[in-house]
């Protein structure tokens, strides 16, 4: 045919499954996965065998060789992409951001360093009376800036200082204790018309969760686990190997490092918590059964998530589309689930439950936990953890 054929292509089409960004001097096995080469080899330098890492079929010992008509595609991708993303104006360096702390947190530091203070005046104190030969000449050599510091310094101002700090100190522990604890340390948490608001009365000890009546602790499907994933003997922990598993082969499984739950959601209202400290890269939400097994979570019309990259990218996958939502990056996930108003909600989980992102879902088919630990980094994890109740 002559003239251009026009072809639609998605960035995902020709990304890396490791990276996550577009192939960059682009390697194909012989299974007929590609990859960037630059994260074959250094996945393969981290201890993983010479294998292909989305399926696992064991690759060759021949050098790795360049793709060109991937790399071509690739360079069109990303520089039409260039084309319609606006040059940004420049902007003015942001004034540096200052952290503000809980006053809990404010009140256990000055009731640490009060302690410290308290401590180094009574040993200033025992040290003054030495004065007896052998004595000095010992606390000249070992304490020389304490006894700068006693030179300059009566004996009744220290008592002075020292009767400050403990008062200071019985002040801190007696009129800021936990169940005495300010109400300006709680936050308004987001909330939606659907739904409930997080108990704003608890503090991170005596925490509930709001969603408790609804809480599940959902097990990990090995019929849909990927060859480069492994779970915990209680199904409910998964992460990165690069070994050889002991699972019975299953055509359900993905392609790339994802797993859904055996737990089919079809009604009501369902809650679960995901912890997300243990992994650089994930990304956590639902899934139906059917959800295609060489695509990738959040990417299909049947799949919602959260997605957290470890360059510091939080952003929410929905209807194949990208709302990049920020750059915190929530420790614990809890994601809430109700199908009798349609809707999804994720929650990082803290001394209070604050909403991340929320949207609606479509149950055609029942819904599954769904996760995906991208990047292939060994020993990754994710865990589903017993909200509290």
């Not at 790795?64 to 991937?70: A, S």
């Given at each position: 045919?002559?003239?251009a054929v026009?072809?639609?292509l998605?960035e995902?089409d020709?990304g890396c499954?490791?990276c996550?960004e577009l ?11 590609s990859?960037c ?5 250094s996945a393969?330098r981290?201890g ?8 696992r079929?064991p690759?060759?010992r021949?050098?790795?060789r ?7 595609l690739?360079?069109?991708?990303r520089?039409?992409v260039?084309e319609?993303?606006p040059?940004?104006?420049p902007q ?6 200052l952290?503000q702390?809980?006053?809990v ?7 640490a360093?009060?302690?410290k203070?308290?401590d180094i005046t ?14 000095a000449e ?8 304490l006894?700068?510091?006693t030179s ?8 002075k200082?020292?009767r400050d700090?403990e ?10 204790s ?9 936050q ?6 659907s739904c409930p608001r997080?108990?704003q009365?608890?503090l991170e ?7 408790a009546?609804?809480?599940i602790?959902p097990?990990f ?6 060859c480069?994933?492994?779970v915990s003997?209680d199904?409910?922990?998964?992460t ?13 499984r ?11 959601l ?6 679960w918590e995901?912890?997300t ?12 059964w059917?959800?295609?097994r ?5 990417r299909?019309m049947d799949?919602w998530c ?6 510091g990218?939080?952003s929410a996958?929905t209807m194949a589309k990208?709302?990049?939502l920020?750059?915190d ?12 108003e ?9 001394n209070q439950?604050?909403?991340?992102y929320?949207c609606?879902?479509?149950?055609f088919?029942p ?5 995906w ?9 994710l865990i ?6």
């Amino acid at each position: 045919m002559a003239g251009a054929v026009p072809v639609w292509l998605d960035e995902d089409d020709l990304g890396c499954i490791i990276c996550q960004e577009l192939l960059s001097d682009p390697t194909t096995l012989p299974c007929g996965h590609s990859f960037c080469r630059a994260c074959l080899e250094s996945a393969w330098r981290a201890g993983s065998p010479r294998a292909c890492p989305a399926c696992r079929e064991p690759a060759p010992r021949a050098p790795l060789r360049k793709n060109p008509l991937l790399q071509h595609l690739a360079d069109k991708v990303r520089a039409a992409v260039a084309e319609l993303e606006p040059t940004p104006a420049p902007q003015p360096s942001p004034p540096p951001v200052l952290v503000q702390k809980s006053i809990v947190e404010v009140v256990q530091e000055l009731t640490a360093l009060v302690g410290k203070l308290v401590d180094i005046t009574k040993s200033i104190q025992r040290q003054r009376p030495l004065s007896r030969p052998g004595l000095a000449e010992k606390a000249l050599s070992s304490l020389a800036s304490l006894t700068l510091m006693t030179s300059s310094t009566s004996e009744r101002e220290m008592r002075k200082i020292l009767r400050d700090l403990e008062e200071i100190q019985e002040k801190l522990h007696g009129n800021f204790s936990w169940k005495e604890a300010p109400e300006a340390q709680t936050q308004e948490a987001p909330s939606s018309s659907s739904c409930p608001r997080p108990d704003q009365s608890c503090l991170e000890h005596k925490r509930t969760s709001q969603f408790a009546q609804w809480a599940i602790t959902p097990t990990f499907d090995l019929r849909s686990l990927s060859c480069s994933l492994e779970v915990s003997k209680d199904c409910r922990s998964v992460t990165v190997c690069h070994g050889q598993q002991n699972y019975p082969w299953s055509p359900q499984r993905f392609s790339a490092s994802q797993v859904l739950c055996s737990q089919a959601l079809s009604s009501g209202r369902q809650y679960w918590e995901v912890d997300t400290q243990y992994c650089n890269d994930w990304a956590v939400g639902v899934a139906s059964w059917t959800m295609a097994r060489n695509q990738m979570l959040g990417r299909t019309m049947d799949s919602w998530c959260i997605e957290w990259k470890g360059t510091g990218k939080l952003s929410a996958w929905t209807m194949a589309k990208e709302t990049v939502l920020g750059s915190d990056r929530p420790g614990v996930v809890g994601i809430w689930l109700d199908l009798e108003e349609g809707k999804l909600a994720f929650y990082s989980v803290a001394n209070q439950d604050s909403l991340i992102y929320e949207c609606e879902v479509s149950a055609f088919s029942p819904l599954h936990p769904a996760f995906w630990l991208f990047g292939l980094r060994w020993g990754n994890s994710l865990i589903i953890k017993q909200a509290r109740v």
